[in-house]
T-cell receptor, first 115, second 115 residues
Framework: KQEVTQIPAALSVPEGENLVLNCSFT??????LQWFRQDPGKGLTSLLL?????REQTSGRLNASLDKSSGRSTLYIAASQPGDSATYLC??????????????FGRGTQLTVWP | DTGVSQNPRHKITKRGQNVTFRCDPI?????LYWYRQTLGQGPEFLTY????????KSRLLSDRFSAERPKGSFSTLEIQRTEQGDSAMYLC?????????????FGPGTRLTVL
C-alpha cells in the first residue's frame, strides 16, 4: 500500500522567507503527484501537478520537484507572504494495479507566515 | 461558478439517522471521486466513478455507505444508520480522463457532525 509522509508537520516563518516542504512516498510506481493547499474548514485547491515523466513544475512563486526513483518531492515557496498560511498537502496517484484512480495523501504541512 | 459544488455544506444529525450528500462535478468531467477527511489527517479515498460506472471502492466504504452517479453527472453519497465515527469532512472531486493531465479538482466539502 502506498504511504505518503510529509515533513515538517508544521512550520512557522517570518514573511519574506523562502521555504521548502517535503513529501516522500513508498511506492515509486506513480502516475503523477499533486500539491494542494487547504485553508481551515475548506476544500482543496490544486497548486501543481507533476507527471511521472517530469522533474519539476513551476507556478508563480511555487516550484515543485519530483524524484520518482527516490520517492521524494519538494514544494519550494519563494518570498513567503502571510496569505500563504494554510495546510499544504501532497498526493500521489498510482500507475498500476487496482487502485489507479485514487489519490494517496499525506497528513499535510501546516504553514504559518507571520508579518 | 463552474467549479465542483457540494450540498449541503454542513450537516448535523443524530446517531442512527440517514444522511445524503450531493456533488455536482465540473461539467464535461467524466470522473468523480469521494474522499473523507478527519481532523488533522489527509483525505482518504472512498470511491470513484467513471461516467456512471463505479470503478473502485475503498475498504473504508462499509455496508452503511452507498454512492451513486445515475446519469454520469451529479453523484450522491448516502450514509445509513450514522455513527459518531462518521463525523468528518466529505470531499468530492472531479477530473477529465483523456486530456493531457488528470488533475483532480475538489469541491468545498460537506462537514458532517453526528451527535
Amino acid at each position: 500500500k502506498q504511504e505518503v509522509t510529509q515533513i515538517p508537520a508544521a512550520l512557522s516563518v517570518p514573511e519574506g522567507e523562502n521555504l521548502v516542504l517535503n513529501c516522500s512516498f513508498t511506492d515509486s510506481a506513480i502516475y503523477n503527484l499533486q500539491w494542494f493547499r487547504q485553508d481551515p474548514g475548506k476544500g482543496l485547491t490544486s497548486l501543481l501537478l507533476i507527471q511521472s515523466s517530469q522533474r519539476e513544475q513551476t507556478s508563480g512563486r511555487l516550484n515543485a520537484s519530483l524524484d520518482k526513483s527516490s520517492g521524494r518531492s519538494t514544494l519550494y515557496i519563494a518570498a513567503s507572504q502571510p496569505g500563504d498560511s494554510a495546510t499544504y498537502l501532497c498526493a500521489v496517484r498510482a500507475a498500476r494495479g487496482s487502485t489507479l484512480g485514487r489519490l494517496y495523501f499525506g497528513r499535510g504541512t501546516q504553514l504559518t507566515v507571520w508579518p | 461558478d463552474t467549479g465542483v459544488s457540494q450540498n449541503p455544506r454542513h450537516k448535523i444529525t443524530k446517531r442512527g439517522q440517514n444522511v445524503t450528500f450531493r456533488c455536482d462535478p465540473i461539467s464535461e468531467h467524466n470522473r468523480l471521486y469521494w474522499y473523507r477527511q478527519t481532523l488533522g489527517q489527509g483525505p482518504e479515498f472512498l470511491t470513484y466513478f467513471q461516467n456512471e460506472a463505479q470503478l473502485e471502492k475503498s475498504r473504508l466504504l462499509s455496508d452503511r455507505f452507498s454512492a451513486e452517479r445515475p446519469k454520469g453527472s451529479f453523484s450522491t453519497l448516502e450514509i445509513q444508520r450514522t455513527e459518531q465515527g462518521d463525523s468528518a469532512m466529505y470531499l468530492c472531486a472531479s477530473s477529465f480522463v483523456g486530456g493531457s493531465t488528470d488533475t483532480q479538482y475538489f469541491g468545498p466539502g460537506t462537514r458532517l457532525t453526528v451527535l
